[in-house]
Nanobody
Framework: QVQLVESGGGLVQAGESLRLSCAAS????????MAWYRQAPGKQREWVAA???????VYSDSVKGRFTISRDNAKNTVYLQMNSLKPEDTAVYYC??????????????WGRGTQVTVSS
């Protein structure tokens, strides 16, 4: 079965950086788009960034210019470099994979999430 495992979350102060990683099954990584979502308590899951199998990237307005999504096909891993973190970035961050990854209801594969907490 497809497995997505996130890591790299933690507690940081505002303005600092974190790098999240998502290790994916080798059988699906190279042929699927990848994305990052986040969900804060009491809020809906929010799309953050996506990267196609060809390396094209797109970001939500809330993180554009601060976050960078990338993928390493040799390691079957997708990353989310988060710079200039703000308290409002606090959430559980989820890795997603599939043909369509910008609509939560259409995403076939999800990781279990990693907590990111940004203090002021």
């Amino acid at each position: 079965q497809v497995q997505l495992v996130e890591s790299g979350g933690g507690l940081v102060q505002a303005g600092e950086s974190l790098r999240l990683s998502c290790a994916a099954s080798g059988s699906i990584f190279g042929s699927n788009a990848m994305a990052w979502y986040r969900q804060a308590p009491g809020k809906q899951r929010e799309w953050v960034a996506a990267i196609s199998s060809g390396g094209n990237t797109v970001y939500s307005d809330s993180v554009k210019g601060r976050f960078t999504i990338s993928r390493d096909n040799a390691k079957n891993t997708v990353y989310l470099q988060m710079n200039s973190l703000k308290p409002e970035d606090t959430a559980v961050y989820y890795c997603a994979a599939g043909t369509i990854v910008v609509a939560p209801s259409r995403v076939p594969y999800w990781g279990r999430g990693t907590q990111v907490t940004v203090s002021s």
